[in-house]
């Protein structure tokens, strides 16, 4: 069912992109050869009066293939012999489309459910939030600078800007309809740790280890199962959560007992001390109804808000903040589509409708931020070569335009299978 789910989105969304250009195409009178959907060899395909449109073997990908778009024409109607605004316009048009779309299925999203504002609903009792004068019911309109319209701002934001110790917070808050500016330095919490993750809460078996902590350099594996610590049994993730509560780690010595290979193992181990800035206070992460004309203006900030998490991924892809193995392609979005649908179906018909349409405008939102990357080969690429062209006042030449665009065609390509590769490895 996912994978029938993500074809009809991507589909969707993809036709929408296409469309864009299409249309806009039409409109200044160039010749569309092909309307496309999906890439690979033709499954089906029909003309009607100049265009053929088709339906290709792969369901990723489309395209709107115009007469002389990168090659030379004698075609009046041909791309290139437009003028520089109209063929702007027809290039643009496609991410423009899917930024459209986004906001369409946003404003659905939104009059259904509703919108999600950064209000504060619990501080820390003696914290450092509270002592700089934060209250329950204030707003965050602003985080460190960065501007906050929704709960979700502030949650990417936080994840991909993690705090330091010793770091300054400094909130803008609406409270009784002034803004307030509100600053701290925030608690530290200190925690000791012995570095491993499990498979499940339940489950005390050593999924995976924290790469510099105790447990990794004691020698345990991924498989092994921890049994006691300090000759304590903990038979479950229960009762090793309940030993936890009753003797805290410290930076004094554990003596902890596994199982490798139906073997028993003990190794001493010193808990590693792990501190964190702490941000004295929680926030909203419901939703509020959206009346009358707030449906429309909470619709334009969840589409603001996906551009600008997609732009903060990519500067953190850039920075080193993300790597590699963070990259999702379309294998990657059809689990995520896939897990989605299988948690949303216990929540009824209208969640599991409104979390498929979010996955849609978080979609369709993406690939018109990543379609006008200044990339060849897509839209973004494209612009530049007329950006180029209105400086020099004379086209670059379409052979040379066209190389590039095909040698950053193949060099996406060989990114996507690499991707793919990656995805399926993280699934399996």
């Known amino acids: 069912m996912s994978i029938i789910l993500a074809i009809i989105i991507f589909s969707f969304i993809i036709i929408f992109h296409e469309l864009g250009h299409f249309l806009v195409a039409k409109k200044c009178d160039v010749k569309v050869n092909e309307f496309c959907l999906g890439l690979g060899p033709t499954l089906l395909h029909f003309t009607k009066g100049e265009t053929t449109y088709s339906l ?11 007469e002389g778009e990168d090659e030379d024409s004698q075609d009046d109607r041909a791309f290139n012999h437009k003028p520089l605004w109209q063929r702007a316009a027809i290039v643009a048009a496609g991410p423009f489309f899917n930024f459209i779309l986004a906001f369409i299925l946003s404003v659905i999203i939104v009059g259904f459910v509703g919108y999600d504002p950064a209000e504060i609903v619990e501080i820390q009792q003696d914290s450092a939030a509270s002592e700089a004068g934060l209250e329950a019911g204030d707003v965050i309109t602003e985080y460190n600078g960065y501007h906050v319209d929704l709960a979700k701002d502030l949650y990417v934001y936080s994840y991909l800007n993690s705090l330091n110790e010793g770091d300054t917070v400094t909130l803008k808050v609406r409270r009784d309809g002034e803004t307030k500016e509100i600053q701290y330095t925030p608690d530290v919490s200190v925690r000791y740790l012995l570095g491993f993750n499990r498979s499940d809460a339940s489950s005390m078996t050593v999924e995976s280890l924290i790469e510099g902590m105790p447990l990794e350099a004691a020698g345990l594996q991924p498989g092994d199962t921890i049994t006691a610590i300090n000759g304590t049994e903990v038979a479950d993730g229960e009762a090793y959560d309940a030993y936890l509560q009753e003797h805290p780690l410290s930076d004094e010595p554990v003596e902890i007992t596994y199982v490798r290979d139906g073997l028993d193992y003990t190794a001493t181990i010193t808990p590693q001390e792990y501190r964190t800035p702490v941000l004295g206070f929680s926030y909203n992460l419901g939703y509020q109804k959206a009346n009358g004309l707030e449906v429309l203006k909470y619709g334009t900030l969840e589409v603001k808000y996906m551009i600008r998490t997609t732009l903060l991924s990519l500067k953190q892809l850039v920075t080193g903040g993300l790597g590699f193995k963070d990259l999702s392609g379309p294998v990657g979005v059809v689990d995520a589509i896939g897990t989605t649908y299988e948690e949303s179906k216990s929540e009824g018909a209208l969640m599991l409708w409104m979390n498929m349409l979010n996955m849609a405008v978080l979609l369709s939102a993406n690939l018109g931020v990543m379609n006008l990357l200044p990339l060849p080969a ?15 006042r004379k086209p670059i030449n379409r052979e040379i335009e066209g190389m590039v665009h095909f040698a950053g065609l193949m060099l996406l390509m060989a990114l996507m299978v690499v991707v793919m590769y990656n995805d399926i490895m993280k699934i399996f």
């Open 378 to 392: 897509l839209d973004g690429g494209r612009l530049v070569f007329l950006i180029v062209e209105a400086v020099r």
């Open 56 to 66: 290709k073997l792969l369901p990723f990908g489309g395209a709107c293939m115009m």
